[in-house]
């Protein structure tokens, strides 16, 4: 919708247990209505931003030591998902994590466990959403989801998430050990998803999906932004075409 907010993160500093500094005066802003494209190294910090946006940080054992989070007026602290999920905000993990014994239908309502139950005009037509982005779910909706293809179960994944509306989708590495043709559907499902007025945040090691479609994109190196700009415009940087274009 064109009220949303934009996601602000504000010089954040995030630290598991002690002493391992994962994030160093990292901002960015996120505003609404886009997808912003986050590309880096393994350990360069990607998830780690993501899980202090949706409120995951802690059940990590990281926490936020500096800086901030804002969406809007709220102040998220990286310690409550429920708090994130109320703002409009949801992550889609790393490696699905569906409910493998679980039908498709099942894991589909489980994305809104916790939310009001008194509500189910939204829980339906966030449902005929999900099902109308991938008719898919739909064929296979009484189905084990553990018998579903790699493919299909992200689109579960993302599919679940979007089961709370959200105006703010965090996603994590989602074409990871995809095969080409799934990867280009997840791309044209990302489209679809932002053009229904949904901002995304990509995290991706598809650094050229990632920046087809993104509107920015950042490049984090060991805990700090590297290179902000419009994602066309990284996508011509010599560095970012080295070292994740594959050119030279
Ligand atoms: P990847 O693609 O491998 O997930 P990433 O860019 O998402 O990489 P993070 O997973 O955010 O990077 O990791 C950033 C740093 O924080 C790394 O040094 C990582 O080892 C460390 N780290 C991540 N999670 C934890 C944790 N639960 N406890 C301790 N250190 C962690």
Redesign the pocket.
């Known amino acids: 919708p064109d009220d949303a907010p934009a996601l602000r993160v504000e010089e954040l500093d995030?630290t598991?247990?002690r002493a391992?500094s994962?994030?160093r005066s990292v901002s960015l802003t996120v505003p609404h209505g886009d997808v912003v494209a986050?590309l880096?190294?393994?350990?360069?910090?990607?998830?780690?931003?993501?899980?202090a946006v949706s409120g995951t940080l802690r059940l990590?054992?990281?926490a936020i030591t500096a800086g901030r989070v804002r969406y809007g007026d709220t102040v998220l602290d990286g310690r409550d998902p429920v708090a994130a999920v109320r703002a409009g905000i949801v992550q889609v993990p790393?490696g699905r994590r569906i409910f493998a014994g679980l039908t498709v239908e099942e894991n589909l309502r489980a994305g809104r466990l916790g939310l009001p139950r008194r509500a189910p005009a939204q829980a339906r037509q966030a449902r005929d959403r999900v099902l109308a982005l991938f008719p898919r779910l739909a064929e296979r909706a009484r189905r084990p989801a553990g018998l579903l293809s790699g493919g299909e179960q992200q689109m579960l994944a993302i599919g679940r998430a979007l089961m709370v509306a959200p105006r703010l989708l965090l996603l994590?590495?989602p074409s990871l050990g995809l095969a080409p043709m799934m990867v280009r559907r997840i791309g044209e499902v990302i489209d679809e998803i932002n053009a229904q007025g949904t901002a995304v945040l990509l995290?991706e090691?598809n650094a050229g999906l990632a920046l087809s479609l993104a509107d920015h994109a950042h490049v984090?190196e060991?805990?700090e932004v590297r290179l902000s700009g419009p994602a066309a415009e990284l996508a011509r940087t010599d560095a970012v075409r080295r070292l994740y274009l594959g050119g030279s």
């Open positions: 995030v598991y247990g391992l994962a994030l986050l880096g190294a393994n350990g360069a910090g990607k998830t780690t931003l993501l899980r990590h054992r990281g790393e994590d590495e995290v090691q984090l060991v805990g």
